[in-house]
T-cell receptor, first 115, second 119 residues
């Protein structure tokens, strides 16, 4: 069975600084997808970034980028130039490319951006 | 694009009543819809997976008769909490996804959630 671990329950960062959230996972699958979702206080789940396991290149979306290390089963999220609006819970999610396509979520990291 | 609408956003009702929550994909046809439950300051817990026209697949520990899921069309799934009790109070979130052929898998798109309070 797959598991996703987020070892940082809470983090804080100064506005405009850079922060990295960690995520590790365990799987025997070779093909899969990884996602980072953001859940602000409004509780809406917002897709931040996605990574296909077969792609070696790390995904980037504006200020957000990932460091995907397939052999180490690590998928960290880097947020550059942090903004107050980045304050939220961040969830890492794993999805197989077969079967039901359901997500396995990590326990989340609460990020607070300080003014 | 890829908007998922969930209704109602907040419901308060008396113990013993049944509550229906709707999840609609507004601009795409959802092959699969998922229902989650989230307790305060915790992660999302998958309750069930539903595919249009077939019975939902429930996760271990989720009561099928308590949480009725219907996926009647490619754009609508409903979750009915039957004979709700205070312990059913929680935040319920749906998501929808479309898998368009092998090799292309869309991420799940989430509704805004429903806060259910049972008195």
């Amino acid at each position: 069975a797959q598991t996703v671990t987020q070892s940082q329950p809470e983090m804080s960062v100064q506005e405009a600084e850079t922060v990295t959230l960690s995520c590790t996972y365990d799987t025997s699958e070779n093909n899969y997808y990884l996602f980072w979702y953001k859940q602000p206080p409004s509780r809406q789940m917002i897709l931040v970034i996605r990574q296909e396991a077969y792609k070696q290149q790390n995904a980037t979306e504006n200020r957000f980028s990932v460091n995907f290390q397939k052999a180490a089963k690590s998928f960290s999220l880097k947020i550059s130039d942090s903004q107050l609006g980045d304050t939220a819970m961040y969830f890492c999610a794993f999805m197989k490319t077969s079967g039901t396509y359901k997500y396995i979520f990590g326990t989340g990291t609460r990020l607070k951006v300080l003014a | 694009g890829a908007v998922v609408s969930q209704h109602p956003s907040w419901v308060i009702c008396k113990s013993g009543t049944s509550v229906k929550i709707e999840c609609r994909s507004l601009d795409f046809q959802a092959t699969t819809m998922f229902w989650y439950r989230q307790f305060p300051k915790q992660s999302l817990m998958l309750m069930a997976t539903s595919n249009e026209g077939s019975k939902a697949t429930y996760e271990q520990g989720v009561e099928k008769d308590k949480f009725l899921i219907n996926h009647a069309s490619l754009t609508l799934s409903t979750l009915t909490v039957t004979s709700a009790h205070p312990e059913d109070s929680s935040f319920y979130i749906c998501s929808a996804s479309l898998t368009a052929g092998q090799g292309y898998i869309q991420p799940q798109h989430f509704g805004d959630g429903t806060r259910l309070s049972i008195l």
